[in-house]
């Protein structure tokens, strides 16, 4: 099925604000990057469309590789199944409360692979596709480091319930997945290398361990984008799944992923006030526009809520306070001349929760709006 775009032919001046702004030419480069990684690594990019939750920058993403994609809502599983997309994982510990939707929608892919961490999960599956006569791909979920979900890949428990998936009738068990998210805590490229390395040597392990135990594992799959960066090598594992490489944000340029120039999304903004007194200026682009993430604080304690673009001015200011529609922009007295009606652009901290925020797209390349693109939002489809 195809997923209509709205062709168009628009100065950014004349887009009403706030919008979100999608940088063609950087989206390519950063697409391009992490193609080259996967390449690399030798292992098959499954790239997390959280991130963007849009099926035209998903085709752009998957050229050239397996096809596979990672979704983080059930309402995204179901757009881009829609959208012709045959092989999905769902990474997210399965909510019991969806098992019956996600049945029907496994019926219209190739494969859609369900999370469980927990035998609590492992028994409603296997109930439901008794009732049902359906059988769920599976991949148990551990804890690399985390300590979000997942179980001790250490632990005997863990084991166990990797024999229990391989022997059960009514699921078929594909592998072993992880996340590195502690490596957003990290400070430095040498902790950056020492969480990757964890998450490969602690997924891989616990692979052998079930292949010790008569399990037969398929997928080891790991990633995030900022491990993915600095993986030096990655045996053992087939697939990773990096999600915020085609956009970035203000958080992986303050952890040293990659350079503000690398950021594809921006948010455009009007000035609503101008306030010298205060060295501040009032854009209508606020926490339900940027969202409420404070960025990287442990490396930058100042660094506000997003790093905002005057057209003129070399340095960024930043967004010192956001209310539900107000963002209040210090640093007036370093930007010249600037006026009630002029327009910013906000990069953001958190790309993944800005593009939540907003239906769609708008697509420039050399400074105009080519193309507006729908975004796959909430949790229902």
């Known amino acids: 099925m195809s997923v209509p775009s709205k062709r168009c032919d628009v100065l950014l001046p004349e887009l009403s604000t706030p919008a979100a702004l999608l940088d063609l030419e950087k989206l390519e480069r950063n697409l391009g990057w992490m193609a080259a990684r996967a390449k690399q690594l030798d292992v098959r990019l499954r790239p997390h469309i959280k991130t963007h939750k849009s099926v035209h920058v998903g085709r752009l993403q998957t050229r050239g590789q397996h096809g596979g994609i990672t979704v983080s809502t059930f309402a995204e599983a179901s757009a881009f199944a829609d959208a012709g997309f045959r092989d999905i994982t769902w990474a997210l510990p399965i909510p019991l409360s969806r098992v019956a939707e996600v049945a029907s929608l496994s019926?219209?892919?190739?494969?859609?692979?369900?999370?469980?961490?927990?035998p609590d999960a492992v028994e409603a599956l296997e109930a439901h596709g008794r009732s049902c006569g359906v059988t769920f791909d599976v991949l148990l979920k551990?804890?690399?480091?985390?300590?979000?979900?997942?179980?001790?890949?250490?632990?005997?428990?863990?084991?166990?319930?990797?024999?229990?998936l391989a022997s059960s009738v009514h699921l078929r068990f594909r592998g072993v997945l992880a996340h590195g998210g502690h490596a957003y805590a990290c400070t430095t490229r040498d902790q950056l290398?020492?969480?990757?390395?964890?998450?490969?040597?602690?997924?891989?392990?616990?692979?052998?361990?079930?292949?010790?135990?008569?399990?037969?594992?398929?997928?080891?799959?790991?990633?995030?984008?900022p491990t993915m960066a600095v993986a030096r090598a990655l045996p053992g594992v087939t697939e990773i799944r990096p999600g915020n490489y085609a956009l970035f944000d203000v958080f992986q340029a303050t952890l040293g992923v990659c350079t503000l120039d690398d950021v594809a999304l921006s948010v455009l903004a009007t000035v609503v006030g101008v306030y010298p007194d205060r060295d501040t200026l009032v854009i209508d682009a606020g926490g339900l526009a940027l969202s409420l993430d404070p960025g990287a604080m442990h490396i930058d304690r100042d660094g506000g809520f997003g790093r905002v673009s005057v057209p003129g001015v070399a340095s960024m200011l930043r967004v010192r306070s956001l209310s539900q529609e107000h963002g209040v922009v210090e640093g007036l007295g370093r930007a010249g001349a600037v006026r009630v009606g002029d327009r910013v652009r906000v990069l953001?901290?958190?790309?993944?929760?800005?593009?939540a925020m907003f239906s769609e797209f708008n697509v420039i390349l050399d400074g105009r709006c080519i193309d507006r693109w729908p975004l796959a939002r909430g949790w229902n489809p």
């Open 348 to 355: 953001p901290n958190h790309a993944c929760m800005t593009a």
């Open 193 to 225: 290398e020492r969480v990757a390395q964890q998450e490969r040597d602690e997924t891989v392990g616990f692979a052998e361990r079930l292949r010790a135990a008569g399990v037969e594992v398929e997928t080891v799959s790991v990633g995030s984008t």
């Open 142 to 164: 551990i804890d690399c480091g985390n300590h979000r979900a997942g179980v001790d890949p250490r632990s005997e428990n863990a084991v166990e319930l990797g024999r229990r």
């Open 107 to 118: 019926t219209r892919v190739d494969r859609l692979h369900l999370l469980v961490d927990h």
